[in-house]
């Protein structure tokens, strides 16, 4: 993983200072992402306009430091937070192929995947298929996995910027007309940002139209509302570039879907020169000359009518409306349907959890002394490599779960769980709902690990947050989670900020508490599950009102939505604590297999809470012997945490 920055800008405005003030304060605000490296490179400047990369680097892969910015022999550079995962799972022929696949092109193309050797690195694997690409798009569609990019191509003088579909990799832009630059980075970085941060944090009023206690289903309904339909709209050759400048007068997420490319040997038209037009507007100009036509020819496979084809297997936007009544869930589909995901989501977990570098601490199992071998003892000192963002729900026992299945038996999981301190007189301290459903499912979890011969060390780490701890640190949630700016935002993300800081207490062996913090550079997370699979209320209320259609087009939204309402957010603030989050929902071999299926048979709406939302993972976590956990109803980590008492308390 690695934080990303970018400042372009004109020669004849760039004064060494405050171009060097700009680059620090990027620095500065991708160094926490980045631990182990850090660099910047000016390349040349190009017909009056300059180009300055940077990067952080996080090593997740191997047990080396790939430094970045990376560079080959022609020139070209390329900054790459992402991984590139491993495709090799049969996952695909367990569901029947639709009908409509031998006749939808689509559905017949054969996908080229880009593959990274075991002791390989991502970012070198990509720049290396860039370097001997025709068409650099053709790179980033063979990436199983999320990404987001800064290419620059050498010999024609473009540079290629972009984010992966769903949008986990962060990467915001800005247009700053007055001081002639342009800015790509992973975070927003500005001094003016701060002071708007610091003003929202000491402010009684909430910084947004989110009403504090609503669910954070109807708050994701409004986000869709302004996303979605805007990116489909902007998806036409003419109002693409203009779309992209009017979002970025102020940091913006860099829309997804598409590659975007800067060609800077463009030529700006002569109404722009400085002497028939001011600086401001004049560099506008040479930024809408530099996007150009270009953009839109060279693009990713955007979403919208066609979006699915981004997504490995993923069936065409409201194909699978249309099947739902000639399709009737039965048993044995439904079986089907539960080994589909469950291999799915193994599959995803895996991969995710492949090819880490292993902690100074924990050595490799030797012949001689076996996983068997090891004592309670000893696993209870090692550092772990995986911890799982843990409430004791439905999603994160899953994926706890089936972590337990893929990491190595003698190295611990850490689980991490967080409680923000309680004013209320009616309870006391940190007995939030997430620290009790936290505990029944670590009981629920060392039973099923137990079971299948497993002697797992799970590290149920208690993250505790005070009044004090907030307050004193809100201004920097604000300037994570931004542009987002809602009080579910700031709600989640500072649950999210505190459990990525991984610090809190243990049990130890001998029944006292100590001090501890998590060594795991890798979250697991259960983000992407309600969005797929019903669980959010209003997906009930939805279908109440519209019928299978409705709630099918909602489900929709829901997904394509989340680049914009909160993956983005989400990677900026846990990669601030030096972690990387990963969510194994979002792969596309599970949103493949749940694109495939009727809704009838991924949720059933018309049954009570804790019953039909989410019908099919509940049955999967039945499956994994999480029989207690698959009756718990839905709880937001922001209700479960009571971050937003915490923040916005009422009475």
């Known amino acids: 993983m690695c934080g990303i920055g970018v400042l372009l800008e004109a020669d004849a405005a760039a004064d060494a200072a405050g171009s060097a003030a700009q680059i620090a304060r990027m620095h500065s605000c991708l160094a926490a992402r980045g631990p182990d490296h850090a660099a910047t490179c000016r390349l040349e400047s190009v017909c009056g306009t300059s180009v300055t990369l940077m990067a952080s680097v996080l090593a997740m892969r191997g047990d080396g430091v790939t430094r970045q910015p990376l560079h080959d022999h022609h020139g070209n550079y390329l900054c790459f937070n992402g991984e590139v995962f491993d495709v090799g799972s049969a996952w695909s022929t367990m569901l029947p192929e639709p009908p409509e696949a031998a006749t939808d092109p689509q559905q017949q193309q054969q996908q080229q995947w880009l593959r990274v050797p075991a002791a390989g690195n991502d970012a070198v694997e990509v720049l290396r ?35 992966s579909l769903f949008g986990q990799r962060s990467l915001l832009v800005r247009l700053d007309a007055a001081r002639q630059r342009l ?203 995986v911890a799982v963002l843990f409430s004791g729900g439905l999603d994160s026992a899953v994926i706890a779960a089936l972590a337990d299945e893929c990491v190595p038996p003698d190295e611990p999981i850490d689980l991490l769980n967080v409680a923000f301190e309680s004013t209320s007189s009616s309870s006391s301290g940190y007995d939030v709902p997430d620290r009790l459903t936290g505990h029944a499912g670590l009981a629920e979890l060392r039973c099923v690990s137990a079971s299948s011969g497993r002697q797992r060390v799970w590290r149920f780490v208690e993250i505790d947050v005070s009044a004090e701890q907030l307050h004193r640190t809100q201004v920097h949630i604000h300037s994570l989670i931004y542009p987002r700016t809602t009080i579910l935002d700031m709600t989640i993300g500072a649950a999210l900020y505190f459990a990525a800081q991984g610090q809190g207490s243990v049990e130890a062996p001998d029944g006292t508490r100590r001090a501890y913090t998590s060594a795991a550079r890798l979250l697991l997370s259960g983000a992407g599950a309600d969005e797929q699979l019903g669980g959010y209320g209003r997906h009930r209320s939805r279908y109440m009102h519209g019928g299978w259609a409705a709630l099918d087009a909602e489900l929709d939204a829901d997904l394509y939505g989340t680049w914009r309402r909160n993956a983005g957010r989400d990677d900026r603030v846990v990669s601030d604590s030096g972690r990387e989050l990963r969510t194994p929902f979002l792969d596309g071999s599970v949103i493949g297999v749940l694109c495939r299926l009727p809704v009838s048979v991924v949720c059933q709406p018309q049954l009570p809470a804790g019953h039909g939302d989410k019908r099919l993972l509940r049955a999967v976590a039945e499956r994994l012997g999480l029989r207690a956990t698959a009756r718990l109803a839905k709880r937001a980590i922001q209700f479960g945490s009571r971050s937003s008492k915490a923040l916005f308390p009422i009475g």
Not at 143 to 153: E, K, L, S
Not at 285 to 306: D, H, I, N, Q, Y
């Open 129 to 163: 298929a860039l370097a001997s690409a025709a068409d650099p798009n053709d790179v980033f569609r063979s990436i199983r996995g999320p990404w987001a990019a800064v290419y620059w191509q050498a010999a024609t003088h473009r540079l290629f910027f972009g984010r």
């Open 183 to 385: 800015l790509l980075c992973s975070v927003a970085c500005d001094d003016d940002l701060r002071s708007t941060a610091a003003a929202a944090a000491g402010s009684d009023e909430p910084p947004a139209a989110a009403a504090v206690g609503a669910d954070d289903d109807d708050a994701a309904a409004a986000g869709n509302a302004d996303g979605w339909a805007d990116e489909a709209a902007a998806a036409d050759d003419g109002g693409g570039c203009r779309a992209l400048l009017q979002l970025s007068a102020r940091w913006a997420e860099v829309p997804v879907g598409r590659l975007y490319c800067l060609s800077l040997d463009a030529e700006t038209p002569p109404a722009a020169h400085p002497t028939t037009r001011d600086p401001a507007a004049c560099w506008q100009a040479r930024v809408e000359a530099m996007l150009g036509e270009s953009l839109w020819r060279t693009a990713c496979r955007a979403p919208g009518p066609c979006r699915a084809s981004a997504v490995p297997h993923c069936r065409p936007f409201g194909v699978r409306a249309a099947r739902l009544i000639s399709q009737p869930s039965d048993s044995a589909t439904f079986d089907l349907a539960v080994t589909g995901l469950l291999e799915a989501l193994r599959d995803s977990v895996s991969v995710r959890l492949a090819s880490l570098p292993r902690p100074a601490l924990l050595p490799s199992p030797s012949a001689d002394r076996s996983a068997a071998a090891v004592s309670a003892a000893d696993l209870a000192d090692k550092p772990a490599r």
